[in-house]
Protein backbone atom coordinates (compact mmCIF):
# COMPACT_ATOMS: atom_id res chain seq x y z
CA UNK A 1 0.00 0.00 0.00
CA UNK A 2 1.55 3.39 -0.66
CA UNK A 3 2.11 5.55 2.28
CA UNK A 4 2.76 8.86 0.68
CA UNK A 5 0.04 10.59 -1.22
CA UNK A 6 1.05 13.20 -3.45
CA UNK A 7 -1.52 16.23 -4.10
CA UNK A 8 -2.03 16.90 -6.84
CA UNK A 9 -1.47 14.14 -9.14
CA UNK A 10 -1.40 17.01 -11.90
CA UNK A 11 -0.08 20.57 -12.05
CA UNK A 12 1.15 22.37 -14.89
CA UNK A 13 2.61 26.09 -14.75
CA UNK A 14 4.09 28.42 -16.95
CA UNK A 15 8.26 29.15 -16.84
CA UNK A 16 8.74 31.72 -14.18
CA UNK A 17 6.13 30.31 -11.73
CA UNK A 18 6.34 28.57 -8.72
CA UNK A 19 5.34 24.80 -8.05
CA UNK A 20 4.21 23.60 -4.82
CA UNK A 21 3.19 19.81 -4.26
CA UNK A 22 2.18 18.17 -1.01
CA UNK A 23 2.58 14.71 0.38
CA UNK A 24 0.75 13.23 3.09
CA UNK A 25 1.68 10.13 4.97
CA UNK A 26 0.20 8.17 7.63
CA UNK A 27 2.52 6.51 9.78
CA UNK A 28 5.62 7.91 11.70
CA UNK A 29 8.97 8.68 9.84
CA UNK A 30 12.24 9.03 10.29
CA UNK A 31 12.69 11.09 7.57
CA UNK A 32 10.73 12.15 4.40
CA UNK A 33 12.20 12.13 0.85
CA UNK A 34 11.81 13.80 -2.44
CA UNK A 35 12.53 12.32 -5.52
CA UNK A 36 12.04 13.55 -9.42
CA UNK A 37 11.29 11.27 -12.38
CA UNK A 38 11.92 12.13 -15.99
CA UNK A 39 9.37 10.14 -18.53
CA UNK A 40 10.34 6.97 -18.38
CA UNK A 41 13.84 7.46 -16.29
CA UNK A 42 15.23 6.46 -13.28
CA UNK A 43 14.97 8.51 -10.08
CA UNK A 44 17.02 11.31 -9.18
CA UNK A 45 17.31 11.71 -5.39
CA UNK A 46 15.79 16.16 -4.45
CA UNK A 47 16.17 16.28 -0.82
CA UNK A 48 15.61 14.29 2.13
CA UNK A 49 13.94 15.91 5.20
CA UNK A 50 14.42 14.48 8.58
CA UNK A 51 11.54 14.24 11.57
CA UNK A 52 13.05 16.74 13.69
CA UNK A 53 13.36 19.31 11.01
CA UNK A 54 10.62 21.58 9.84
CA UNK A 55 12.18 23.14 6.76
CA UNK A 56 15.11 22.81 4.20
CA UNK A 57 16.30 24.83 1.28
CA UNK A 58 18.65 23.44 -1.18
CA UNK A 59 18.55 25.93 -4.59
CA UNK A 60 15.38 26.68 -5.83
CA UNK A 61 13.84 23.75 -3.77
CA UNK A 62 11.87 24.28 -0.36
CA UNK A 63 10.74 21.27 1.59
CA UNK A 64 8.72 21.72 4.90
CA UNK A 65 7.51 19.17 7.01
CA UNK A 66 4.87 18.88 9.53
CA UNK A 67 4.71 15.66 11.79
CA UNK A 68 1.35 16.42 13.67
CA UNK A 69 -0.49 16.72 10.40
CA UNK A 70 1.99 14.11 8.47
CA UNK A 71 2.23 16.44 5.64
CA UNK A 72 4.99 17.44 3.44
CA UNK A 73 5.24 20.01 0.73
CA UNK A 74 8.04 20.67 -2.33
CA UNK A 75 8.10 23.80 -3.68
CA UNK A 76 10.04 24.72 -6.63
CA UNK A 77 10.63 28.27 -6.77
CA UNK A 78 11.10 30.23 -10.65
CA UNK A 79 9.77 27.04 -12.68
CA UNK A 80 12.12 25.88 -15.76
CA UNK A 81 10.81 23.94 -18.13
CA UNK A 82 13.62 21.48 -17.25
CA UNK A 83 11.95 20.85 -14.09
CA UNK A 84 9.37 19.17 -15.98
CA UNK A 85 8.95 15.95 -14.44
CA UNK A 86 7.11 13.91 -11.89
CA UNK A 87 7.94 14.03 -8.12
CA UNK A 88 7.70 11.50 -5.57
CA UNK A 89 7.64 11.33 -1.48
CA UNK A 90 9.01 8.40 0.11
CA UNK A 91 8.83 7.14 3.47
CA UNK A 92 10.80 4.79 4.84
CA UNK A 93 14.40 3.84 5.05
CA UNK A 94 14.16 2.69 9.49
CA UNK A 95 16.25 0.61 11.05
CA UNK A 96 18.91 -0.41 8.69
CA UNK A 97 16.15 -0.96 5.73
CA UNK A 98 17.04 1.08 2.40
CA UNK A 99 13.13 0.26 1.82
CA UNK A 100 10.94 2.87 0.96
CA UNK A 101 7.33 3.35 0.49
CA UNK A 102 6.10 6.22 -2.49
CA UNK A 103 3.57 8.06 -3.18
CA UNK A 104 1.98 7.57 -6.22
CA UNK A 105 3.65 11.06 -7.49
CA UNK A 106 2.65 14.51 -9.23
CA UNK A 107 3.04 14.92 -12.98
CA UNK A 108 4.29 18.46 -13.22
CA UNK A 109 3.92 20.32 -16.46
CA UNK A 110 6.15 23.40 -16.79
CA UNK A 111 5.33 25.32 -19.97
CA UNK A 112 7.91 27.75 -21.92
CA UNK B 1 31.85 7.36 -10.02
CA UNK B 2 29.70 5.52 -12.83
CA UNK B 3 25.99 5.26 -11.54
CA UNK B 4 23.96 2.30 -11.05
CA UNK B 5 24.55 0.24 -14.14
CA UNK B 6 21.07 -2.05 -15.34
CA UNK B 7 21.08 -4.20 -18.06
CA UNK B 8 18.61 -4.63 -20.59
CA UNK B 9 17.24 -1.51 -20.94
CA UNK B 10 14.49 -3.03 -22.72
CA UNK B 11 13.11 -5.90 -23.33
CA UNK B 12 10.09 -8.16 -24.81
CA UNK B 13 9.03 -11.26 -23.81
CA UNK B 14 5.53 -13.34 -23.94
CA UNK B 15 3.10 -15.60 -21.13
CA UNK B 16 4.86 -17.69 -19.52
CA UNK B 17 8.31 -17.55 -20.27
CA UNK B 18 11.14 -15.96 -17.61
CA UNK B 19 13.15 -13.27 -17.38
CA UNK B 20 16.46 -12.03 -15.43
CA UNK B 21 17.57 -8.17 -15.08
CA UNK B 22 20.97 -7.26 -13.87
CA UNK B 23 22.22 -4.40 -11.78
CA UNK B 24 25.29 -2.89 -10.74
CA UNK B 25 25.22 -0.77 -7.99
CA UNK B 26 27.90 2.26 -7.64
CA UNK B 27 31.10 0.94 -6.52
CA UNK B 28 31.36 1.05 -2.88
CA UNK B 29 27.50 0.19 -2.32
CA UNK B 30 26.52 -2.88 -0.78
CA UNK B 31 23.03 -2.52 -0.28
CA UNK B 32 21.01 -3.07 -3.67
CA UNK B 33 17.52 -2.18 -4.02
CA UNK B 34 14.69 -3.46 -6.52
CA UNK B 35 11.70 -1.53 -7.42
CA UNK B 36 8.48 -1.83 -9.87
CA UNK B 37 6.67 0.37 -11.15
CA UNK B 38 3.67 0.50 -13.13
CA UNK B 39 0.92 3.44 -13.94
CA UNK B 40 -1.96 1.73 -11.51
CA UNK B 41 0.61 0.81 -8.81
CA UNK B 42 3.10 2.78 -9.04
CA UNK B 43 6.94 2.30 -7.21
CA UNK B 44 6.44 -0.73 -5.33
CA UNK B 45 9.45 -2.15 -3.47
CA UNK B 46 10.41 -5.93 -4.46
CA UNK B 47 13.00 -6.38 -2.45
CA UNK B 48 16.47 -5.46 -0.63
CA UNK B 49 20.27 -7.31 -0.15
CA UNK B 50 23.36 -6.42 1.50
CA UNK B 51 26.10 -9.00 1.85
CA UNK B 52 24.23 -11.44 -0.48
CA UNK B 53 22.02 -11.52 2.28
CA UNK B 54 17.82 -10.74 1.39
CA UNK B 55 17.30 -7.57 4.21
CA UNK B 56 13.08 -7.23 3.01
CA UNK B 57 11.12 -8.58 0.63
CA UNK B 58 7.69 -6.66 -0.55
CA UNK B 59 4.54 -8.24 -1.21
CA UNK B 60 5.14 -9.75 -4.45
CA UNK B 61 4.25 -13.77 -5.55
CA UNK B 62 6.92 -16.28 -5.80
CA UNK B 63 7.79 -16.01 -9.03
CA UNK B 64 9.95 -12.97 -7.93
CA UNK B 65 12.89 -13.59 -6.89
CA UNK B 66 16.19 -11.76 -6.52
CA UNK B 67 19.91 -12.31 -5.38
CA UNK B 68 23.22 -10.59 -4.54
CA UNK B 69 26.47 -11.59 -5.51
CA UNK B 70 29.75 -11.10 -3.33
CA UNK B 71 30.69 -8.01 -5.39
CA UNK B 72 27.17 -6.29 -4.87
CA UNK B 73 25.70 -6.79 -8.26
CA UNK B 74 22.49 -7.76 -8.34
CA UNK B 75 19.88 -9.98 -10.06
CA UNK B 76 16.40 -10.33 -10.03
CA UNK B 77 14.29 -13.70 -11.64
CA UNK B 78 10.49 -13.37 -12.86
CA UNK B 79 9.70 -16.51 -13.82
CA UNK B 80 6.34 -17.47 -15.71
CA UNK B 81 5.52 -14.36 -17.05
CA UNK B 82 1.94 -12.65 -16.70
CA UNK B 83 0.99 -9.46 -18.76
CA UNK B 84 0.58 -7.93 -15.55
CA UNK B 85 4.45 -8.05 -15.31
CA UNK B 86 5.23 -5.03 -17.65
CA UNK B 87 6.38 -2.31 -15.81
CA UNK B 88 9.45 -0.37 -15.21
CA UNK B 89 11.91 -2.30 -12.97
CA UNK B 90 14.24 -0.02 -11.10
CA UNK B 91 17.39 -0.95 -8.83
CA UNK B 92 19.27 1.23 -6.47
CA UNK B 93 21.86 1.01 -4.49
CA UNK B 94 22.96 2.98 -1.22
CA UNK B 95 26.42 3.21 0.97
CA UNK B 96 26.10 1.72 4.40
CA UNK B 97 27.57 2.80 7.75
CA UNK B 98 28.69 6.22 8.57
CA UNK B 99 28.35 7.25 4.78
CA UNK B 100 24.73 6.83 3.88
CA UNK B 101 22.61 9.81 3.97
CA UNK B 102 19.71 7.84 3.61
CA UNK B 103 19.58 9.05 -0.17
CA UNK B 104 18.73 5.75 -2.55
CA UNK B 105 20.38 6.23 -6.14
CA UNK B 106 18.63 4.87 -8.77
CA UNK B 107 19.44 3.43 -12.43
CA UNK B 108 17.90 3.72 -15.36
CA UNK B 109 15.82 0.94 -15.25
CA UNK B 110 14.76 -1.89 -17.17
CA UNK B 111 11.08 -1.52 -18.96
CA UNK B 112 9.86 -4.89 -19.37
CA UNK B 113 7.10 -5.68 -21.91
CA UNK B 114 5.33 -8.99 -21.61
CA UNK B 115 3.07 -10.12 -24.95
Known amino acids: SQQGEEDPQALSIQEGENATMNCSYK?????LQWYRQNSGRGLVHLIL?????REKHSGRLRVTLDTSKKSSSLLITASRAADTASYFC????????????FGKGTKLTVNP | KAGVTQTPRYLIKTRGQQVTLSCSPISGHRSVSWYQQTPGQGLQFLFEYFSETQRNKGNFPGRFSGRQFSNSRSEMNVSTLELGDSALYLC??????????????FGEGSRLTVL
Open chain 1, 27 to 31: TSINN
Open chain 1, 49 to 53: IRSNE
Open chain 1, 90 to 101: ATGGQGGSEKLV
Open chain 2, 92 to 105: ASSPVGRTNTGELF
